[in-house]
C-alpha cells in the first residue's frame, strides 16, 4: 500500500515497531497494527491532537493527560468510540 498523504498543516510521525509515537517529550501508544506507519496529529484545541491513519480518524491525544514514569513521559489515545489505547502489560511466567 502507498503510504498516506496528510496536508501541510498536519504534522507527520511515524509509528515505532511497537505502535508507539513519540510526540511533545512523550510516548504515545497508538496501536501495534500501525508499526513503522506514517499518522498524521492535527491540533483541534490547545494541547489536543486528533491522530488520524490516512482519512481514518484513530482518536486524540491530550498532552494535559500525559503521566511521568521515572524519567519518561508516556500517555493515552482517546478513542474515537471513547475507550483508551492502552499496551498489554507483559505477563510473568510463573516460578
Not at 505502535?19 to 490547545?46: H, K, M, P
Amino acid at each position: 500500500m502507498p503510504e498516506p498523504e496528510y496536508p501541510a498543516h498536519v504534522r507527520v510521525e511515524r509509528c515505532y515497531p511497537n505502535g508507539v509515537i513519540s510526540f511533545r517529550e512523550t510516548q504515545w501508544y497508538v496501536t501495534g497494527c500501525l508499526a513503522g506507519e506514517l499518522v498524521g496529529l492535527e491540533e483541534v484545541d490547545n494541547d489536543r491532537w486528533t491522530v488520524h491513519f490516512g482519512p481514518i480518524e484513530l482518536g486524540v491525544l491530550d498532552v494535559r493527560n500525559a503521566n511521568a514514569r521515572g524519567n519518561r513521559q508516556f500517555g493515552p489515545l482517546v478513542r474515537t468510540d471513547g475507550g483508551i489505547t492502552a499496551r498489554r502489560g507483559r505477563r510473568r511466567r510463573p516460578r
